[in-house]
C-alpha cells in the first residue's frame, strides 16, 4: 500500500476526534495524519495532537472547505484520504479507497447507502442532488456530498482556487474531476452512529441551497450548454405554442412570439459560445 495522507477536518469535535486518530494510526501506523483545527474551542487540536496527529489550528472557523484546503496543501504524500471528525466514518474502509486508487483512479469516493444518510429528508435531497450531477457531468454520481474520499493531490490542488470554504467542496472537487476527465470511482461505505455529543455542523436549508448553487455554478463553468439549451429550448417551444395560439385566435404573429424566440436565440448562442470558452481553457490546461 502506496504512503499515504489522511486529513480530518475538525471543529469541536472533542468527543470523537481522539477515537478518530488513534483507529487510524492502529490501523495504519505509517500514515501521516493531519487534523486541521477549525476553529475549536473544546480542546479538539489538543486531543487530536495527544493521539499522534499532527495539528494545523486555524484562528478562527473559516469552514470546512478551508480546513481541507489546508490539509491537503500540507499533505506531504500524494495520495490524500479526507474523512470527517464525527466519528461516522470508519478508519476500516480506508484500505478499501487506497486499493481503488492504485487501480489506476484519481478519486474514489466512499458512497454511503439510504440507512448511511442522516435522516429521510437528507437522503431525498442527496438523491435529487445526485441524479441532477449526473446529467450535468454525463457520468453517475452515486455519492456526490460523501466527505470521505481518496484522491490524488496533484490532481485536487489543480482545482483548489474553484473550491468553496464551506461544506459544498465535495460537490466542486467531484463535478470538476469528471469534467478534466479524471478518473472518479464509488466504493461502498458503512456509515457508523454519529456521536451523542457530536452535532452536525451543516444546515439542512441553507446548505442545501449553497449546495444546489454549486452545482449551477459548476455546470455553466465545466458544462454550460447543458445548462444554456434546455433554456433556449423552453423558450423557443413557448415562442412555437404563443405563435400558434395568437394565429389560431387573432391570426397575427405579436411581439411576445417575437421576444420568446430571440430570447430562445441568444440564450443558445450564450451557451455555445461559453462551451467553446470552457474548451479552450481545459485545453490550455492539458
Excluded at 95 to 100: G, R
Excluded at 141 to 161: N, Q
Excluded at 251 to 274: D, E, K, P, Q, W
Aim: some cysteine.
Amino acid at each position: 500500500m502506496n504512503d499515504f495522507t489522511v486529513v480530518i477536518p475538525a471543529k469541536n469535535e472533542a468527543v470523537t476526534i481522539g477515537h478518530m486518530v488513534s483507529g487510524i494510526l492502529r490501523l495504519f501506523p505509517d500514515a501521516e495524519v493531519i487534523v486541521v483545527n477549525d476553529g475549536s474551542i473544546d480542546g479538539t487540536g489538543e486531543i487530536a495532537e495527544q493521539a499522534g496527529a499532527q495539528v494545523l489550528s486555524q484562528p478562527y472557523g473559516k469552514g470546512n472547505g478551508a480546513a481541507i484546503k489546508a490539509g491537503l496543501q500540507a499533505a506531504n504524500n500524494d495520495f490524500v484520504v479526507c474523512m470527517d471528525a464525527d466519528g461516522q466514518h470508519r478508519p476500516d474502509d480506508i484500505a478499501a479507497l487506497i486499493k481503488k486508487l492504485n487501480d489506476g483512479y484519481d478519486m474514489v469516493v466512499g458512497a454511503r447507502d439510504h440507512e448511511g444518510q442522516a435522516g429521510l429528508h437528507r437522503s431525498l435531497a442527496n438523491g435529487f442532488y445526485n441524479r441532477f450531477a449526473s446529467w450535468m457531468v454525463g457520468h453517475k454520481v452515486a455519492d456526490l456530498t460523501s466527505g470521505f474520499r481518496a484522491m490524488r493531490r496533484s490532481k485536487f490542488l489543480e482545482f483548489i482556487s474553484l473550491l468553496p470554504n464551506k461544506f459544498s467542496y465535495p460537490t466542486t472537487i467531484t463535478m470538476s474531476f469528471f469534467r478534466a476527465g479524471y478518473s472518479v470511482a464509488y466504493v461502498p461505505i458503512t456509515v457508523l452512529q454519529r456521536a451523542a455529543d457530536s452535532k452536525s455542523h451543516i444546515n439542512l436549508w441553507k446548505d442545501g441551497l449553497r449546495f444546489l448553487l454549486i452545482i449551477f455554478k459548476i455546470g455553466t463553468l465545466f458544462s454550460p450548454l447543458k445548462l444554456f439549451f434546455p433554456i433556449s429550448l423552453v423558450l423557443g417551444g413557448g415562442g412555437v405554442a404563443y405563435y400558434a395560439y395568437t394565429y389560431m385566435t387573432d391570426g397575427r404573429f405579436t411581439n411576445m412570439g417575437a421576444l420568446l424566440f430571440t430570447t430562445a436565440i441568444l440564450v443558445f448562442l450564450m451557451g455555445l459560445i461559453s462551451e467553446q470558452i470552457t474548451a479552450l481553457i481545459y485545453k490550455e490546461k492539458n
